[in-house]
C-alpha cells in the first residue's frame, strides 16, 4: 500500500499534537452480528476508547455476505474519521471467494491498527459428539464421513477456510453449514444444530470455560495460555495446520493523516490499559502492535496466503 509523503510524515510526534479528533461520537462498523468474534473485541475497545477521549464510539453491527456487507458500507463512508470500520482475517480471504466486492481492502481503505489475534479453536456440541479427546474425534469422524456437520461465519470467512483447511489435512470429509455470523453460528453449536465450528477463540472462550462447547484442539505449535489443558496442533500431528483470526481497525480512504496517527494512538492507549489486557487474556488473544504501513503490508501478506489456501482447497462458496 503507497502512502504520501505528507500521510507518513503525519505520523511524527508532531502530528499527534495537532487533532482535536475526536470532537463527537465516532461510529465503529462492525460487519457482522452482535455475538461473534469481532463483537468481543470491537466492544471492550469502543469502551475504552470513550473512557480515554470522553466521546463514545458507538458500534453499528452490519452483518452478511461473509462480512463483506458492512464492508461495502464502511468504504462509501466519509472519510473524516467519524466512521471506522473493524474487519477481521476474513477481508482478506474475500479477494479469493468472491468474484465481485463492492469495496477493494487494499484501495478503499486506511490501515490504522491489527486490534487483536487469537488462534482458532475446534470446539464441538458436547451431546452431538461425546468424546473424550482429539483421537476420538478423529476416530468417529472418519467412520462416518459427511455425518457430521461445522457451522461458519459464512461462506469465505476464516472459520469456513479453516474448516476446509482442517479437512484438506486430515483426509476427512464434513460438510459446511454457513450462517451470517460467528454469532449466530456458536448459537446453533451450543443448542446442537451443528456438531462443530472452528473458532476463533476470542468468540468461543466463554463457551467452553462455560462448559457448553468442548475444545479439542487449537491451531498452531503451542498451547494458549487461556486455555492449557487444551493441545495445539503440533501435538496432535497436525503442525502444518496454523490458522490466527485477528480483528484490525481502519478507516475509509483519504481520512486525514493527523487524525490516523491519533486513533492509531488510541489504540495503542487502550491496548496498554488493565481493562484491555485482562479482556484480551481471557480471551487467549494478543496486541501484535502491528499499524499504519506495517498493518497495511500485513494485510498485503494475508490477502495472497489465502488465496492459496483457497486454491488448493478447493473451497467453494455454498
Partial sequence: MVFSAAACAAFSSGAHAQSSWPTKPVTLIVPFPAGGGTDTFARPLSAQFSKQTGKSMVIDNRGGAGGNLGAGVAAKAPADGYTLFMGAVHHSIA????????????????????????????????????????????DMVKSSPGKFNYGSAGGGTSHHLAGELFKMQSKTFITHIPYRGAGPALQDLIAGNVDMMFDGLGSSAQHIKGGRI?????????????????????????????????????????????????????????????????????????????????????????????????????????
Fill in 95 to 138: 479477494p479469493s471467494m468472491y468474484p465481485k466486492l463492492d469495496y477493494d481492502l487494499e484501495r478503499d481503505f486506511v490501515p490504522l491498527a491489527i486490534v487483536a489475534s487469537v488462534p482458532h479453536v475446534l470446539v464441538v456440541n458436547p451431546k452431538n459428539m461425546a468424546v473424550a479427546d482429539f483421537k476420538a474425534f478423529m
Fill in 214 to 318: 468442548k475444545a479439542l484442539m487449537v491451531s498452531g505449535n503451542k498451547r494458549n495460555p487461556a486455555f492449557p489443558d487444551v493441545p495445539c496442533a503440533a501435538e496432535l500431528g497436525m503442525s502444518d495446520y496454523n490458522v490466527n483470526t485477528w480483528y484490525g481497525l481502519w478507516g475509509p480512504k483519504g481520512m486525514p493523516a493527523d487524525v490516523q496517527a491519533r486513533a492509531i494512538d488510541e489504540v495503542r492507549k487502550a491496548a496498554a490499559s488493565d481493562e484491555i489486557k485482562t479482556s484480551w487474556g481471557n480471551s487467549g488473544a494478543e496486541f501484535p502492535n502491528l499499524t499504519g504501513v506495517q498493518f497495511g503490508s500485513f494485510v498485503s501478506g494475508e490477502i495472497k496466503k489465502w488465496a492459496v489456501v483457497a486454491k488448493a482447497s478447493g473451497a467453494k462458496l455454498d
